[in-house]
Every structure is written in C-alpha cells, then in structure tokens.
C-alpha cells in the first residue's frame, strides 16, 4: 500500500515538470504579449521597453523558464502581471465562488440522483427505469452552455424568478447567496446528476445482488430496510468517487457556466489570463489544476485499492 | 479641468488659465480643495503630479504631456506649464486623465499598492472605498467636495464588471443593478419599449474603422484601397448592423466635436468607379485578401456584410477572427492586410487623428504605416494654431486628404447608448465616455 | 458532462462501474440491457443515418444559400418560407443548420482520427518498447490529462492561428491519451501471449507483429471508444466555437450559430435552439450508436 503511494508520487515528478514546460512554451509561443494587450491604446514604446525588462520579459524563453521553474521551488507562483498581486491571492479570491458552485453542484445532483437513482434499481426495466436511462442519456449528451441560456430564457426572462447574473456570497448572504447560485448550480447539477443516476442505479444493483443481501431478505427485513441499511452503503462508494473526481473538473473546468453567468470563479479566471497572455497566471493555475487532479486521482485509486483489495492494481 | 456636454472646456481644479504666449499656459488653481486623504491640493502637488506623469518609468500618460517641458510653481496656487512646442490639444488632454491629480503623500507612502488602494487619493466627488477584482469597485460621497453647488447626493456607488450584455441587460430589467454603461445596438429597440428602463443616447467620440497596410500589398497600392473604400455600402452597415445606433463615418473625427465638417460627406457606394480603381490597380478581375477583426459577435456580423458588399464588386475578402492580444500583435507588427481599429475617441480632435496618421518610425499605433508629407503637414499645423476656427479649416482638409489616401476605412461614429433605472435622476451625458454621478439622485 | 470537453472519461468511468464481476450475474444484466436498449439503438442508428445523409446532400438540401444575407428580412419568425427563421443579417437558418452537420460531423471524426492515430502510435511504442520509454510515453500522456483542456484549445488555437484546423488539432491532442492507454493496454496483453513469443522466437520483426498480431485484436476496443468519443468530441468543438474558436465566418457550425445567436435569446430564441435541438439530438443519437457498439463488441460485457 504505501509503497504503491510512494510510486505514484514519485511519478508525479516527471508528470509535473511536463505539464509546466508544457503550458511555458504554449504561452510563449502564442502571439502578443501582456504588455500589448494591458497599454492597447498607449503609444509609448520606451515604457513598454521598461516593463517588459521590469518583468523579465525580454530575456531569452529558457531563462525565463528557469527563473520561473525556480521560483517554483521556492513555493512562489509568481505575480499576476496585470494586477501585480500574488497568482496564489488570485486563486484563492476566486476558488470560493467555484468551490460553492461545485459543492451547490453536486448538492443538487445528489438530490436528483438519489431518489431517481433508488427508484431505477428497485423498479428496473420498468416505464421508471427506461425513464430514467433516457434522462441519464439526456444530460450527459446536453451541451451545458445550450442547458444555461435554455435555463436564462425559462427563468431569468420569462418567469423572472432567480437573479441571472452576478454573485453573492451564500456565507454572508445566506438567501441571496444561495438564489444567485441557483441556476448555474443547476446548469452544472444536472448533467453530473445524470452521470450519478446511472452509477448509482448499477452499483444498486450490484450491491443487491450479493449474498448478504439474499440473507438479510431471508430473515424477513422488509424490502426498504434492505436498501437502506445494506445495500445502500457498499452502493454508495462508486458515487463517491465519481463525484470527488468531478470536483475538480467542475473547480476549474465550469468556465462556460461562469462566464454566461458572471461569476468570478476559477475557470473563468485562467480563461480571461490567456486572453491577456498573463503568463504567470496561467501557468501558476494550469500547474495548480495538474496537481489537483493528480492528487484527486491518487486519492481515488488508494481509498479503492483500500476498499477492495481484489482492485488493487498491480 | 472638465467637459461640460457640448465638449467644451470648463474650470474645475484649475479655476482659470491663460496663454501668455503659445508655449506657455498659466493655470490659476482653485483653493481650499483637499484630497481625499485630508492634504491640500495645490501648485506643489498639480507639479509633483506633472512631474510623475513624465517621468514615471510605468507611466502610461507620457505621451499625453510630452509636449510639457516643465513645471514652475509660482505661487501656492498656480503653476506655469512651459511648453517644448506649441500644443492646441493640451487643455482637452487635460479635461482627461492626464488632468486628474493624486496625492503626493498617497503616492509616496503606498508605492505600487497605489494601483490596487487608491483610497485618499483623489479630489472627486466621490472617494475610493474598496477594489474587489473582478467583482466590484465601491466608492462613497466625498463629504468635503469642493464645488458645494449640488450635488454629491449619491451616499455610493458600486461598479460591477458583467462580462455578458445580455446577463447585464436583464440585471437593469430586474432591478439588481440601477444603471448601465452601454446598450448592443441589437436591444436598443426592446429597451427603449421597456417602461422600467430609461434610455439615454450618447453620441460618443469614438470612430470605429478598418485601417489597411500601406506596406504591402494589395493595398500598398492607392487605387485599390479606394476601390475597396468605393464598394462599400455605409448605410448598409450603419442600419443594418448597427441598427441605426449611430452615424456613418466621414473620416476619423465625430460629429460631436467642433472640428466635424458635415459638409464632407461619407464615401458612397459605387460599384461602377470601383471596377474601374480595380483595373487603374492592375487588378481589373478583382483580388483576395485577410481581414482581421475580433472575435465580438458585432464585429463578426460587420465582417460579414463588407463580405458580401465586397464580393459585389468582385473583391474576394476572407475573414480571420482574433482575439485581442493577437489583434493587438499583428496591428503592432503590421501583420496584417485590413485590421479592424475601434478608437475610443477624444475630446480634442487631435487624439483622434495625429498619432494614427504622422509618420512614425517602429511600433506606433500608426498601423497602416501611412506616410504622406502633406498630411504630416496638416497634422503638425493643428497643433501649432491655436485658433479654433483655424484648427477646424485645417481638420476639413485633413479629413478630405483621408478620404483620397485612405490609411484606414471609416465606418461608424457610434453611438453609446446608456440605461438608466427610472429611480436615477440627474444624469448628464458627456460624450467622453465617462460616467459622472456628481448631479444624480435616486428617486 | 457534457459541456467540459473530456465527458468521455466520466461516461466511460460510470460505464465500468456497471460491468459486474461474475460472468453469471452478466448475463442476467445483459438480458437487463439489451431490453433498456431495445428501443434506443435503432434510434440512435437513424439519427445518425440522418446527420450523414443531411451533411452529404447539403447543397441540394438546403432550401437557401446559407451565405445569402438579406439585412431587410433579419431576425424573422419561423414561417413558411423559413422553417426555422432568419438570423441576424437575414440568413436562412435551416439552411445553417443543414451545412453546420458537415462541419460537426467532420470536426468529430476527424478530431477522433487523428486522437486513434496518434494515441495507438503512443501505445503501440509504449507497450512494445517497454522499460523507460514505455514510462517517457506514459508520463507524456498523464501530463496531457492533467492540463485542463480548455486551456489547452485556447492556447493551441491561438498559437495555430484561428480556424477549425487549430481546433480540430487541440481535440485530437486532447483525446490522445485515452486512445493511447487503450493501446498499450491491449498491446501488453497480447504480447504476453504466447503465440507472439512464439513469432518472436521465429525471428519475426517487431513491427510485422505489431501489424499482424497486436492491431486486428486491438480494433474492437479502440472502435468502442472511438465512437463513443466522436459524439463528445462534437459537443467539445461546439464548446469551443460557442467560445469564438473554430470555424471562421462565414462559414458556420452549431456552436458558433449559438453563440452568434445568444444575444438575441429574448427576441429570437430560434437562432439559438434550431441549431441546439440539431445538437443534441446528433449526440444522443451518436451516444445510443456508441453504446450499441460497445455491447456488440466488447467481449466482457457478451452474453
């Protein structure tokens, strides 16, 4: 066990440095710079000059590289060059917002998939079930930026009951906070419901099947309590780890949802750094989202290898 | 100094100013204003002020004063600007950012925290209270503001950066938000019918175009810029893209300033004189090229109809869409066929005209690279001349000069128009693009 | 999800979590499956026989020049002579829609082809060579998994210049290493086996082995994936062109006509849900192919 975590770890070293010459060099390689794009309508080339050496800019790319790859090992990601304050305060001024639509995300999802997700293994291959096998289809092929404006138009226009923009923060406004989340909670919740649905109703099933199960019904628990008490949890697993690994593609990854409705969360904040060529930014949230996903999946594999030792990968 | 709504200049900490003679300007500052911060504001500061501007290493304002030599304070409050040469454009640039002065204690304590904090920094009607990136600015009524005549009324004001028009229109419609900088031209007509929401519209400074490269072909070559020039239906794109928000353009400068000569008119359509600038170019069966333009659903929508427009004449265009650091990069490095340019505009007609059309060596925002004595001329006289009539006769000939050599197409001097919560009264639009609440109050 | 442009890896995660592990209880869930899909599959064969009919005959199909322009008829309702409206400087667009299925179809195969090309060259190498290339190889394709993928399109298609090839190339990249984990995957397995040690034995070069052995067996699974990768590879490149990259004007595909289209949500929502609906149901459609595919094919999951 540990020296399978030790391997992994290790491995991530090489994965790591990959990723950070990786998104280096693709910046670097993409035209303009932030300089450019941050004085557009300034004429002055001796202070663009200035700038630019203020911030190392004109050195050649492995310096530069190497300076940052430095830094790094300092545990220093630098500073945002257009509004100069640490990547790390900008990251985590922007993680709150994401985080809570995350969580208010699956929060939703779970509200649907639970029941749905019961309902389809107990009733299986019933008019419910096939139902509810079309709605599992349904949002996973919709297109969530198609799901967000169909949800402004049915709510923000025509019946005008949630806001449609902007954020409040749930922690200091609980309602508002929570109605300004709303829609792209949903927007995110159910196509992450549709997924749970799914995993849910089969590992219910699974979870049913097993001997245990046939016991407990022979020694006359009513159906539900079955369900409840014994299947439930073992069935639960899977969904966990399927939601632990969206969390982090939902954290950085709801970029569209953001943007359609203006919440400063992380995915937008990356996006907006590559449009300025903010070199520091996207590459000190780019290597941040790596880590996390690396950890994620670590994490994932171990509590998996821990559960079931039959898994356990070679 | 400030911009009253028909552009004109009018006192404001600089309470009045005199040229003795024409690279000199004497400003009499108002007394007893204060910074935010409790300090005076004086001859001292408005000098430290000009001084940073020129000599800051981050400056952005350079430019603007490179025509101010230097700074004497002759008395407490007034100053004498001397000039390296003749400016008729300085007093405009001073209604604008260049003219806004911070604190010298500020400045010196907080350092670059300045860009983040600018609390205690300014004279305004209003002081800072709080940045939040990408989330809001909050600023509060400025209790000891010097001009005690009105307002302010407002207790604060808070700015919210909605990427999304669409999400920023229905935040008006529903309330959560009381004001609104800018309306697509596309929503004008709904919201105008909307009883909620008051509609403003500000003719601005701006002028929206496409410049061309003059340093390599197709359109090094003059009477193919004209063809293109002369196929290209301006009423068209005015009514039906902007949906009439604004004004076909005749050359750079708007109609809301006092150098606009509408008896110049904008180039019309003429397939027929087109055709034959086609053949006067060598290029009689038409020709293909790139243009460049950002990728805003308005910009591609006009990118569009000029196709179209285009392909009547025979001119094959093909579109390349970029995003704004691209955009900027290729204009800077002159990469490019016919680039889409949308200046922001300023109060004096020379921040619409010198820097884009004299010539300049390296990198400049003159992209198209034009250099013409005559107009070089023209350009170094409107600063020289201080009369306005005078300007105004030189801004004619410069404009039908730009017709002729076409360093850039015109299209559009937009208009901006502004919504209002029916809640806010007192708004008084000033075509600079600013925004001021000093006078509004809420119902 | 749909939406995020690596949906595939979540469907597939909840699909494995629905293979049961003994082989009695499999056919007992394949008697379960076949009947929920009983209805689907044939749906989702004639939506795809659809899409690929519409992209092939567009020009003949589509009732307007999808480039006319006719800035005096903008934004018309859906009516008799515009089944599904006009946009905002007047297009048909139906017509749109129509020729947007080349585009969306082209995008999704050809980004899958060139993430099945790449992807099994990797896994070919990678499982082949063994040792410390095998590691080189698969470290490589971690670090393409952790790089967010959106980032990655924009910062590709800004790099290769504007356009769906820019696109195209960064889905491709995208996908690369599901297809190469399924490669190596089946490589390793089949070089265990002995009839390989056996050629090898002979003196048979390494890559007739790979040609002949290692490929034939290896089809089923990559095809399995790569249909089911065609339809999110769809939704991504709508993703990205409801972004701005992609297709260049004039030209159109369904996500730019969406997003061309979501200013205009209040007065003219058909812009936005013609080519939504057109959409979704291609991607249902493709998604019910690939299942289909994938109970046919895949031997773990055969009765």
């Known amino acids: 066990m540990g020296r399978l975590v030790l391997r992994r770890l290790g491995s991530t070293v090489p994965v790591l440095l990959l990723v950070t010459a990786g998104v280096f060099l693709l910046l670097h390689l993409t035209p303009g710079d932030p300089i450019d794009v941050m004085m557009a309508e300034s004429v002055d080339v001796t202070v663009k000059e200035n700038l630019r050496r203020e911030l190392g800019l004109d050195r050649p790319l492995y310096v530069q590289y190497a300076t940052w790859m430095g830094r790094l090992l300092k545990a220093d990601l630098g500073r945002s060059i257009r509004n100069g304050e640490p990547v790390i305060e900008n990251v985590s001024r922007r993680l709150r917002p994401s985080l809570e639509l995350a969580l208010c995300a699956m929060a939703i999802s779970l509200m649907i998939a639970f029941p749905l997700g019961i309902v389809c293994a107990v009733r299986r291959n019933t008019p419910i079930d096939r139902a509810g096998a079309t709605f599992a289809v349904v949002g996973i092929c919709m297109p969530n930026f198609l799901l967000a404006l169909l949800l402004i138009f049915l709510f923000g226009v025509t019946l005008r009951w949630l806001p449609i923009s902007g954020y409040t923060d749930p922690l200091d406004e609980p309602w508002n906070g929570l109605r300004s989340l709303a829609l792209p909670a949903v927007t995110l919740g159910l196509a992450l419901a549709a997924v749970v649905t799914r995993t849910l109703r089969s590992s219910l099933l699974e979870a049913l099947a097993e001997d245990y199960v046939r016991t407990a019904r022979a020694k006359g628990l009513s159906e539900w309590r079955v369900i409840w008490s014994h299947a439930l949890k073992n069935a639960l697993i899977p969904v966990v780890t399927v939601l632990g690994l969206q969390l982090g593609t939902l954290i950085g990854g709801a970029v569209i949802t953001e943007y359609v409705f203006a919440l400063p969360g992380v995915g937008r904040l990356v996006v907006d750094a590559v449009f300025a060529r903010d070199y520091p930014l996207v590459q000190g949230v780019v290597l941040l989202i790596a880590v996390g996903f690396i950890v994620s999946n670590l994490i994932v594999d171990v509590l998996y290898g821990w559960i079931d030792p039959r898994i356990r990968s070679r | 100094m400030t911009l009253d709504v028909k552009l004109g200049i009018k006192p404001g900490l600089a309470e009045s100013w005199q040229q003795p003679d024409a690279k000199t300007v004497v400003f009499k500052l108002r007394r007893g204003v204060k910074f935010h911060d409790g300090t005076d504001f004086n001859a001292e500061a408005a000098r430290f002020n000009f001084n940073r501007m020129k000599t800051e290493p981050k400056s952005v304002r350079k430019g603007e004063v490179a025509s101010i030599d230097s700074v004497d304070v002759v008395d407490a409050s007034t100053i004498k600007l001397n000039l390296k040469r003749p400016d008729a454009a300085l007093l405009a640039t001073l209604t604008d950012r260049a003219g806004m002065m911070v604190s010298p204690k500020v400045v010196q304590e907080r350092g670059s925290e300045l860009e983040r904090n600018a609390k205690g920094a300014g004279t305004g009607p209003f002081e800072f209270v709080e940045w939040v990136k990408d989330d809001h600015i909050l600023i509060k009524r400025n209790e000891s503001y010097w001009n005690k005549q009105g307002g302010p009324y407002l207790d604060r004001i808070r700015y919210r950066p909605i990427p999304d028009d669409t999400v920023k229109l229905q935040s008006l419609q529903t309330g959560e938000i009381d004001v609104m900088d800018y309306v697509q031209p596309r929503d004008v007509a709904a919201v105008k019918a909307d009883r909620n929401v008051v509609v403003v519209d500000v003719p601005s400074l701006a002028d929206f175009a496409y410049q061309l490269n003059h340093m390599r072909p197709p359109f090094a070559t003059r009477a193919l810029r004209q063809a293109v020039a002369l196929s290209l239906d301006l009423d068209q794109i005015v009514k039906g893209v902007w949906l009439n928000v604004g004004v076909p353009a005749n050359g750079p400068i708007p109609p809301t300033s006092w150098a606009y000569d509408k008896s110049i008119p904008p180039i019309k359509r003429d397939l027929a004189r087109a055709r034959a600038k086609l053949a006067e170019g060598g290029q009689p069966n038409g020709f293909t090229f790139t243009m460049t333009t950002n990728n805003i659903p308005i910009n591609v929508q006009e990118a569009e109809v000029i196709q179209a427009q285009l392909r009547e004449a025979g001119i094959t265009m093909k579109i390349k869409l970029a995003d704004s650091a691209t955009l900027i990069a290729d204009g800077n490095n002159k990469n490019f066929e016919m680039i889409s340019y949308q200046w922001s505009g300023r109060p004096d007609p020379d921040g619409n005209t010198y820097q884009f059309y004299k010539t300049t060596q390296g990198t400049s925002l003159n992209w198209s690279g034009i250099s013409h004595p005559q107009i070089d001329a023209l350009l170094d006289r409107t600063r020289e001349v201080s009369s306005q009539a005078e300007r105004r006769k030189l801004f004619s000939d410069l404009t039908k000069l730009l017709q002729e050599e076409l360093p850039m197409v015109f299209i559009i001097h937009p208009i901006e128009p502004k919504a209002f919560s029916p809640k806010v009264q007192g708004y008084e639009p000033i075509p600079d693009g600013m925004m001021r609440f000093k006078d509004v109050w809420l119902q | ?303």
Not at chain 3, 119 to 128: C, E
């Open chain 3, 1 to 303: 999800m749909a939406g995020s442009i690596r949906g595939s890896d979540l469907a597939e995660h909840a699909a494995s979590l629905e293979r049961p592990a003994s082989p009695l209880r499999a056919r007992r869930w394949n008697v379960v499956r076949r009947a929920a899909r009983a209805r689907l599959a044939p749906f989702g064969a004639a939506v795809m026989l659809v899409a690929v009919l519409v992209a092939l005959t567009a020009p003949l199909l589509a009732p307007y020049d999808p480039l006319a322009q006719n800035l005096g008829n903008t934004l018309a309702r859906p009516g008799r002579a515009h089944l599904l409206g006009t946009d905002s400087v007047g297009r048909d667009v139906l017509s749109r829609v129509i020729w947007g299925t080349r585009v969306s179809l082209l995008a999704g195969l050809v980004a899958v082809a060139i993430a099945v090309i790449a992807g099994s060259l990797f896994g070919i190498v990678a499982g082949y060579c063994g040792g410390r290339i095998d590691g080189l190889v698969m470290r490589l394709m971690d670090a393409v998994l952790s790089f967010p993928p959106l980032v990655l399109a924009l910062a590709l298609g800004a790099v290769l210049g504007a356009g769906l090839v820019g696109v195209l190339i960064a889905l491709g990249v995208v996908y690369t290493p599901t297809f190469a984990r399924l490669m190596r995957g089946q490589v390793l397995a089949i070089i265990a086996r002995d009839f390989v040690e056996a050629a090898r034995a002979l003196g048979a070069p390494g890559w007739r082995i790979a040609w002949r052995h290692v490929v034939p067996n290896a089809i089923n699974p990559i095809i399995v994936q790569a249909s089911l990768s065609v339809a999110f590879a769809i939704l991504a490149e709508a993703a990205l062109s409801f972004l701005g990259l992609g297709i260049q004007p004039p030209q159109a595909s369904w996500g730019s006509m969406i997003n061309a289209g979501r200013g205009y949500l209040q007065q003219a929502p058909w812009i936005v849900f013609g080519p939504g609906a057109a959409l979704f149901v291609t991607v249902v459609g493709l998604n019910f192919v690939g299942d289909a595919v994938r109970d046919a094919l895949d031997p773990r999951t055969r009765g």
